[in-house]
T-cell receptor, first 110, second 116 residues
Framework: RKEVEQDPGPFNVPEGATVAFNCTYSNSASQSFFWYRQDCRKEPKLLMSVYSSGNEDGRFTAQLNRASQYISLLIRDSKLSDSATYLCVVRPGGSYIPTFGRGTSLIVHP | DVKVTQSSRYLVKRTGEKVFLECVQDMDHENMFWYRQDPGLGLRLIYFSYDVKMKEKGDIPEGYSVSREKKERFSLILESASTNQTSMYLC???????????????FGDGTRLSIL
């Protein structure tokens, strides 16, 4: 079983739609969680950290479910510019080394 | 704002050459990392360093070495380049960890390396 699993997609949605991605992780000692966005042929960029109580940044909402060992990302009112690959990142407590999922591809069309 | 700078965006080298990829960060981060990213395989960790002159192997260190003589600079070296090392190379840095810290990694722009 992969340590961090994501549905590769692509998720193909119209502008204005709401879309959600999940990411499951296998290491119960995981303490830090992040969502990154990666555009084609570019570097990953931090989208948001994920906190235990859940957090929101504009149209983006991240949730953590420790009992079921998954994190989620919800994007409301999708824009064309949201088209990208979204990487889930998980890191065990006290470790320098994060584990990256392989990413979920999102395509927002007019 | 954190700035991680990689020396080249695109690089073309020949098989057997010794190749140096340089990475500099300006935020006094303790940790630095080198990854390669290939289609369908995601990000794979080559080496990381948690302090000057300290280095640890990642998942795929074979054929690579690293150097960290100064805190801000982390170099990746391909000892004798081969065609299977053609890839996107990404450098990242982060602050040292604590149990309650949620410090993310910050990435450079990447170097697209082609070995002919």
């Amino acid at each position: 079983r992969k340590e961090v699993e994501q549905d590769p997609g692509p998720f193909n949605v119209p502008e204005g739609a709401t879309v959600a991605f999940n990411c499951t992780y296998s290491n119960s000692a995981s303490q830090s969680f992040f969502w990154y966005r990666q555009d084609c042929r570019k570097e990953p960029k931090l989208l948001m950290s994920v906190y235990s109580s859940g957090n929101e940044d504009g149209r983006f909402t991240a949730q953590l479910n420790r009992a079921s060992q998954y994190i989620s990302l919800l994007i409301r009112d999708s824009k064309l510019s949201d088209s990208a690959t979204y990487l889930c990142v998980v890191r065990p407590g006290g470790s320098y080394i994060p584990t990256f999922g392989r990413g979920t591809s999102l395509i927002v069309h007019p | 704002d954190v700035k991680v700078t990689q020396s080249s965006r695109y690089l073309v080298k020949r098989t057997g050459e010794k190749v140096f990829l340089e990475c500099v960060q300006d935020m006094d981060h303790e940790n630095m990392f080198w990854y390669r990213q290939d289609p369908g395989l995601g990000l794979r960790l080559i080496y990381f360093s948690y302090d000057v002159k300290m280095k640890e192997k990642g998942d795929i260190p074979e054929g690579y070495s690293v150097s960290r003589e100064k805190k801000e600079r982390f170099s990746l070296i391909l000892e004798s380049a081969s065609t299977n090392q053609t890839s996107m190379y990404l450098c990242a840095s982060s602050l040292a960890q604590s149990y309650i810290s949620n410090q993310p990694q910050h990435f450079g722009d990447g170097t697209r390396l082609s070995i002919l």
